[in-house]
Nanobody
Framework: QVQLQESGPGLVKPSQTLSLTCIVS??????????WSWIRQPPGKGLEWMGV???????AYSPSLKSRTSISRDTSKNQFSLQLSSVTPEDTAVYYC??????WGQGIQVTVSS
């Protein structure tokens, strides 16, 4: 069974870059047709899709976040990562990684505050 686990700092200062990693176990991130996404949920709001990296390494991003978002992967460690630059308090949210086969990480709370 595929399992995902987010890791990273829970507190980031404004204007800094938020960096999170999703460690995948029970399956390879390069397995055909798997897509690996980052999704977030700000307090009191719905889920927001941020971007995706596919099994072949191709990426796509939400238009509203594209200028600040980068998703990469490390196939040797079977993990993929999110970088969100120039963060503000509005980026405070629970961040999730997931796959297109409905596997989800437990989520990680990230607060942007000085």
């Amino acid at each position: 069974q595929v399992q995902l686990q987010e890791s990273g700092p829970g507190l980031v200062k404004p204007s800094q870059t938020l960096s999170l990693t999703c460690i995948v176990s029970g399956g390879s991130i390069t397995t055909s047709y798997y897509h690996w996404s980052w999704i977030r949920q700000p307090p009191g709001k719905g889920l927001e899709w941020m971007g995706v990296i596919a099994y072949d390494g191709s990426t796509a991003y939400s238009p509203s976040l594209k200028s600040r978002t980068s998703i990469s992967r490390d196939t040797s460690k079977n993990q993929f990562s999110l970088q969100l630059s120039s963060v503000t308090p509005e980026d405070t949210a629970v961040y999730y990684c997931n796959s297109n086969y409905n596997y989800w990480g437990q989520g990680i709370q990230v607060t942007v505050s000085s």
